[in-house]
Antibody, heavy 118, light 111 residues
Framework: QVQLVESGGGVVQPGGSLRLSCVAS????????MHWVRQAPGKGLEWVAF????????YFADSLKGRFTISRDNSKNTLYLQMNSLRVDDTAVYYC???????????WGQGTLVTVSS | QSALTQPRSVSGSPGQSVTISCTGT?????????VSWYQQRPGKAPKLIIY???KRPSGVPDRFSGSKSGNTASLTISGLQAEDEADYYC???????????FGGGTKLTVL
């Protein structure tokens, strides 16, 4: 069965950096686009970023451009999100999500909580 | 671009039907057939229940159905069950600049 397991969340000060990881199993990772989606406490869902199956194309939510980067290591079935210059409003649960495709999100990880606080 | 517009809450009794609307613009909902719906129970990750406007993933009951008219998509849940109580989010592709928009979410209460 498909499994997506995120890690790397935690507490970080404003202006700090954090790298999230997501290990995928149960499907052919190398053929699938992947997303990060976040959810602030008590709030709705917000799409963060997408990376094409081969890592060549990457897209970001406009508000995050320049601060976040998305990457993948297909030899390790692992997706990454590098977050820099973190702000208090980046506090959220970050979900690793498989693309169906066509911008439909068919499998979600359990999420990892990132808290930005001084 | 702003998030898609959903009612904050809807309710219904067991066995009834409810419909949740999701209003966007011609640049998102109205412009593409990439509308999806997600169910999220408290403390859990979202679950895909409808994709490409009206398709159901394997394992999703046919009580869940999706449709679209113009700039508004809808999710209908028929034969409401207690287990349907959850938050529901719509989502649409929004072109090659914004890419993805979610609705603000609708809390479904089964009375």
């Amino acid at each position: 069965q498909v499994q997506l397991v995120e890690s790397g969340g935690g507490v970080v000060q404003p202006g700090g950096s954090l790298r999230l990881s997501c290990v995928a199993s149960g499907f052919t990772f190398i053929t699938c686009g992947m997303h990060w989606v976040r959810q602030a406490p008590g709030k709705g869902l917000e799409w963060v970023a997408f990376i094409q199956y081969d890592g060549i194309k990457q897209y970001f939510a406009d508000s995050l451009k320049g601060r976040f980067t998305i990457s993948r290591d297909n030899s390790k079935n692992t997706l990454y999100l590098q977050m820099n210059s973190l702000r208090v409003d980046d506090t959220a649960v970050y979900y690793c999500v498989k693309d169906l495709p066509d911008w439909n999100f068919d499998y979600w990880g359990q999420g990892t909580l990132v808290t930005v606080s001084s | 671009q702003s998030a898609l517009t959903q009612p904050r809450s809807v309710s219904g009794s067991p066995g009834q039907s409810v419909t949740i609307s999701c209003t966007g613009t011609s640049s998102d909902v109205g412009g593409y057939n990439y509308v999806s719906w997600y169910q999220q129970r408290p403390g859990k990750a979202p679950k895909l229940i409808i994709y490409d406007v009206n398709k159901r993933p394997s394992g999703v009951p046919d009580r869940f159905s999706g449709s679209k008219s113009g700039n508004t998509a809808s999710l209908t849940i028929s034969g409401l069950q207690a287990e349907d109580e959850a938050d529901y989010y719509c989502c649409s592709y929004a072109g090659s600049y914004t890419f993805v928009l979610f609705g603000g979410g609708t809390k479904l209460t089964v009375l």
